[in-house]
């Protein structure tokens, strides 16, 4: 097959590839990283601001309310107006952000600092997504959306390290430069991500053949052109009730679901770790031991759920996932009074079996919708699921507080069997496909 013939969905991977996930996975990096970073420092800076359980859960959920409201907009801006423009916007507002966090003196002021990086994280699903996944090929597009999901918890285990790193070296006023720190990430990943071209499908989508044409030959070479990327026709203008009349309805429901049960718990124990495990009677090193490994299982839990992804397919992987993680949280339930060994061993089995459904909240979205309204359903994905989230991470200390930590638990377990019956009724299959095909209604 000569090199004209062959569809950029088949190309191998060049340089420009390597580089454009560095440019997106920054992203995850430092959204683990600062949404994480909140749990290092919760017992400090609530203490230092005298803020009661519920400003604790409100502060904490903040970011996850900014990240829904940015969903919707985020992605609808990345359709309208293209993908390159808003690649940047993220960066700078986690700068911002993270700066202002350094000077609060209230729970308020935190609350908007942290509502406006939460804003930056919801641009980065739907932005840095879109631009990764209309540039790589079919073969190696799965694994790669795959590895954000590890870079986020690679950021979160990061957020751990230093945030404890500099809580152990400085004074009364540590939590500020921790809650700083992710500034320096943001500026690294603005100065990385210069030089970013459009997405040549976007451009095409929007009749701008020429700047397409131009970037495909800057990417793949002088012998590429619009001929080596196929594209389907959809409909231009795209709402919200378009996407619902459209057919994909079904496959937003199943997103939005599935993507909520997926990280609802996973935030609401997280953004609230050392509390959590001391509930569940881990203390002193247990705990510190217990933060460090459950991270860290998070972590291969992901790396093995990106490895299965090809091989297992994406929809079994996605219902093992979810029963198995469904299992370990209803063990933690009902053995919430167990020993320290038991206790981690179940809390270790869910962080370890919800990476795959972790890895496959940006690789559903991004493969089951259309140039046309990829970014604007991945926004919606997301802001749907952050809304649960901050819901959930708001309510946990008032959980813990009102009902204890077994039945804070049980919750979360069922929040995790609504992912698998969603999971079970509407998960489709998309290995081996073509964005064109993946996204295409008549498969």
Known sequence: MTRSAISIEDVPINNFHQLMTVRAGGGWILDGYILSIIG???????????????????????????????????????DRIG????????????????????????????????????????????????????FLPQKHRGR????????????????????????????????????ASSAVLGVLLFIVRLG???????????????EAEDIIKKVY??????????????????SLTDLMRSGYGKRMLFVAVFWSAAVVPMFAVYSFAPVVLQALNLKGEWASFGSVLITLLFVVGCIVATRLIDSLGRRPLIIHSFLWSTLALLGLGVFSTGSE?????????????IGGAQVLELVYPN??????????????????SRIGSAAGTWLVPISLQSIGIGNTMLIAALVSLVGLIV?????????????????????
């Open 367 to 384: 493969e089951l919708f259309p140039t046309e309204i990829r970014a604007f359903a991945v926004g919606m994905g997301s802001s749907m």
């Open 144 to 179: 790669r959306l795959a590895a954000l999901t590890i870079l986020w918890f690679a950021g979160a285990a990061l957020a751990y390290m230093v945030g404890n790193f500099i809580l152990a070296r400085g004074g009364d006023d540590a939590w500020r430069w921790v809650l």
């Open 83 to 134: 993908r390159r423009r808003l690649f940047f916007v993220g960066p700078v507002l986690f700068i911002v952000g993270s700066v202002g966090s350094f000077w609060v003196e209230s729970g308020v002021a935190l609350f908007i600092l942290r509502f406006l990086v939460g804003v930056g994280v919801g641009l980065e699903y739907p932005v840095a997504g879109s631009l990764l996944t209309e």
């Open 221 to 238: 070479g002088s012998s590429f052109s619009l001929a080596n990327m196929p594209e389907q026709e959809v409909e231009q203008k795209v």
């Open 40 to 78: 290092v420092v919760i017992v400090q800076f609530s203490e230092y601001l005298k803020l009661d359980s519920f400003w604790q859960g409100l502060v904490a959920a903040s970011a996850m309310l900014g990240t829904f409201c940015s969903g919707f907009l985020g992605g609808w801006l990345t």
């Open 423 to 443: 999971s079970v009724w509407l998960a489709p299959e998309t290995r081996g496909m073509s964005l064109e095909m993946a996204a295409s209604l008549e498969r």
């Open 196 to 210: 970013t071209p459009e997405s040549p499908r976007w451009l095409m989508s929007k009749g701008r053949l020429q």
């Open 341 to 353: 060994v038991l206790v981690l061993v179940l809390f270790g089995a869910y962080a370890l079996f």
